[in-house]
């Protein structure tokens, strides 16, 4: 089974995904499942317009997409009563923008939303690779202080901040990496090879639509790895997270 760790439907700045693209590159390219959050509008500000629009999107879709929950944690209290109504639409992870959102991640302003997801069983997604608050070493603490959390380091750092990866994920036990943007004779090789993280900590995703899905994909499958590996990397990791 293929699973994709992170898409974005709707309308971005300067990209754009429905649900109908989507799904026929799933077709295309034998992607079974994919997470899907809502376009930057709506994980900076409109939360409640993009968690309704990917929950509808799963609805429709007879399994193949899973929501992300999405809320602002300047919203406070607000933002937690909306990862509930999200969850209760059969969102099953939480999605943190911490660029698009307005925070550092070691402030505790996301704390009350990763509590919820610690009650809840779910994983975290978290973008990084933009300076200065959303990078591998700070991520990497955060997750410490979830230990039961599973945390996805979105885009690993890339690109100016790969060379962080590989010690965010020594730092941090529960915290996995994701292949996308992600050369396999550089950056799988220096984490699938690291005896501290191995391919069993690596996700795969696409990041759609900023990335080239079918390029992404074409990656992971040229990494010379064994089957067992790569079908961990392609689903089993992540299905594990999401039980």
Same mark, same amino acid.
């Given at each position: 089974m293929i699973i994709d760790a992170h898409v974005r439907l709707g309308q971005g700045r300067e990209v754009s995904l429905s649900v109908a693209e989507l799904l026929a590159t799933m077709d295309e390219l034998g992607i079974d499942r994919a997470l899907v959050a809502p376009d930057e509008r709506c994980v900076a500000y409109h939360n409640r317009d993009g968690n309704q629009a990917v929950a509808a999107a799963a609805a429709r879709s007879a399994g193949r997409l899973v929501p992300y929950a999405v809320a602002n944690p300047w919203r406070g209290a607000d933002a937690v009563e909306e990862l509930a109504r999200a969850r209760d639409a059969g969102a099953r992870a939480l999605h943190v923008d911490s660029v698009l959102q307005g925070f550092d991640l070691l402030d505790g302003l996301v704390d009350p939303l990763l509590?919820?997801?610690?009650?809840?069983?779910?994983?975290?997604?978290? +973008?990084?690779?933009t300076p200065p608050n959303a990078l591998?070493?700070?991520? /990497? &603490?955060?997750?410490? +202080?979830?230990?039961?959390?599973?945390?996805?380091?979105?885009?690993?750092? /890339? &690109?100016?901040?790969?060379?962080d990866a590989a010690p965010a994920l020594r730092h941090a036990p529960n915290l996995y990496g994701d292949t996308c943007y992600a050369p396999w004779d550089t950056v799988l090789n220096e984490l699938g090879q690291d005896p501290g993280i191995g391919t069993s900590r690596l996700v795969f995703s696409t990041d759609a639509p900023y990335a080239v899905p079918r390029a992404e994909l074409g990656r992971v499958l040229d990494w010379p790895i064994d089957e067992a590996a790569r079908r961990d990397v392609l689903g089993g990791n992540l299905a594990r997270l999401l039980r």
């Open positions: 509590e919820f997801a610690a009650d809840n069983g779910w994983p975290v997604y978290v +973008r990084t690779g591998p070493l700070p991520l /990497a &603490t955060l997750a410490r +202080r979830y230990p039961d959390v599973p945390f996805i380091m979105g885009r690993s750092g /890339a &690109t100016d901040f790969w060379i």
